[in-house]
């Protein structure tokens, strides 16, 4: 709270102006140019140009049926469990690294719980995305897009990754807004290791940067 | 004399009363008001793309342009006045790793409620050191646009604190007093004309 002198006449003239600035609609527009406003509106929203490659539209890709066996158990929970929003079973079947954390401010490492010194162990979840997060157990609910439209299987393939080798890159579709983007999440023999939020990308662009044949599931591009 | 002085006294008291009514003289008037304005979403899109939710390192949540390409987006220093009176921002650091800035905001008298850090933005060189943020409507700054790609990513001869593999504005909220929008998911678009980050109150 903080507390202030004012005047009544001083207060007469803000109403005045406040009066006068309320009469004035025209918002300012953001175009690059270095300038302070103060608008009674949001500021008009610029039209950056759509890029044909970043998203899809429902229609594009056929998804498999909930209940689709890969003939992987490992794979089947994962899917059941990320399909179903089922949190406490991707919590349970989240295989945690344990790597040294960082008190810094904006590094790139796992960031340490109050009062845990720099280079102290934590365990974490690595997230992939448009860099990586170090989820920790707790932080699964803000992970996983659970409150997006529509979720959808779409391909299994092998992870192109090969210290990931072993496991299975799972592509889903999740859909907000009426537009498909690609999320992936790397299945390990008895859970899962790694998840990719694939920073806006399209399920194929996604598939393409983190998995590779053979597949359980092809992607299926609707004819 | 009595008399005639209660009747000075009732006059000076009249002409006082109705001078103050009409707002000639001065009132002084001490009172305690909370400020509260909204951090919104930086990118200057109708609506935003949440990637990653909110994550450490602090409060960060990674956001793109919902309708389209994110690289080149404008990015401001974006505030919505709720009650009480102005606050004012400063230009508080570079982001050393990456690229960006920081924007501090505080009281007029002085205490600092909150930090706000927009990462990969290309920085404009003329962003003022403090601006105010009114105590009405939005306030908005220029502060930058997306950068693609981000120079001091490793891929692109950078340093490891600098993790980055795909245009987006990273937002980073360190809050002194008020909260963090917990609602917000990854895997959604909001309208930024309504979807506050951060609610800062004194």
């Known amino acids: 709270m903080v507390p202030r002198i004012r005047s009544a006449p001083a207060a007469g003239l803000v109403l005045l102006l406040g009066l006068i600035a309320c009469t004035n609609n025209s918002l300012p527009v953001p175009s690059g140019t270095p300038t302070t406003v103060t608008a009674t509106a949001q500021p008009e929203a610029a039209t950056g140009a759509p890029s044909a490659s970043a998203t899809v539209t429902v229609d594009t890709f056929v998804p498999y049926p909930a209940g689709t066996q890969t003939g992987d158990a490992a794979v089947d929970d994962v899917v059941r469990a990320f399909l179903g929003r089922d949190l406490a079973a991707m919590r349970s079947l989240a295989r945690l690294r344990d790597v040294p954390c960082t008190t810094a401010v904006d590094s790139a490492a796992p960031t340490c ?7 102290s162990t934590v365990s974490v979840l690595l997230g992939q995305g448009c860099h990586p997060v170090f989820w920790q157990l707790g932080e699964l609910a803000n992970a ?3 409150q997006v439209e529509r979720i959808t299987l779409l391909a299994v393939a092998a992870p192109k990754d090969a210290s990931l080798a072993g496991g299975h890159f799972v592509l889903f579709g999740i859909q907000s807004g009426g537009v498909v ?6 299945a390990s023999r008895d859970g899962f290791v790694e998840i ?4 806006g990308v399209a399920p194929d662009v996604l598939l393409q940067k983190d998995g590779r044949a053979p597949f359980l599931l092809e992607l299926r591009r609707l004819q | 004399m009595r008399r005639i002085s209660r009747r000075i006294t009732a006059v000076v008291a009249a002409v006082v009363s109705l001078a103050l009514l009409a707002g000639f003289l001065p009132v ?7 400020a509260q304005h909204d951090i919104m979403i930086g990118l200057a899109v109708a609506n935003a793309y949440v990637s990653q939710g909110w994550h450490s390192p602090g409060q960060s949540i990674d956001l793109q342009n919902a309708g389209g390409s994110t690289a080149g987006v404008s990015v401001y220093s974006q505030t919505k006045w709720i009650s009480g009176d102005a606050m004012v921002a400063y230009k508080a650091s570079y ?3 990456c690229t960006g800035i920081k924007a501090e905001y505080k009281t007029g008298g002085g205490a600092t409620l909150g930090r706000t850090a927009y990462v990969h933005i290309n920085v404009s ?5 403090s601006w105010n943020m009114a105590a009405s409507g939005w306030t908005v700054e220029y502060l930058g646009s997306v950068i ?3 120079p001091n990513a490793p891929g692109q001869g950078g340093n490891d604190n600098c993790a980055w593999t795909g245009p987006h504005e990273h937002q980073s909220e360190e809050v002194a007093t008020g909260s963090v929008n917990s609602g917000l998911s990854a895997g959604n678009s909001y309208a930024t004309g309504s979807t506050w980050l951060v609610h800062l109150s004194d």
């Not at chain 1, 719980?113 to 280079?119: D, H, L, W």
């Not at chain 1, 983007?181 to 790397?186: A, L």
């Open chain 1, 113 to 119: 719980p109050t009062g845990s010194p720099a280079g």
């Open chain 1, 144 to 146: 996983l897009p659970f």
């Open chain 1, 181 to 186: 983007r690609g999320w992936g999440i790397t």
């Open chain 1, 196 to 199: 990719d939020a694939g920073c």
């Open chain 2, 28 to 34: 002084t008037r001490a009172y305690a008001s909370t």
């Open chain 2, 95 to 97: 982001i050393s790793d």
């Open chain 2, 125 to 129: 060189g003329s962003i003022p050191s």
């Open chain 2, 148 to 150: 693609n790609p981000e």
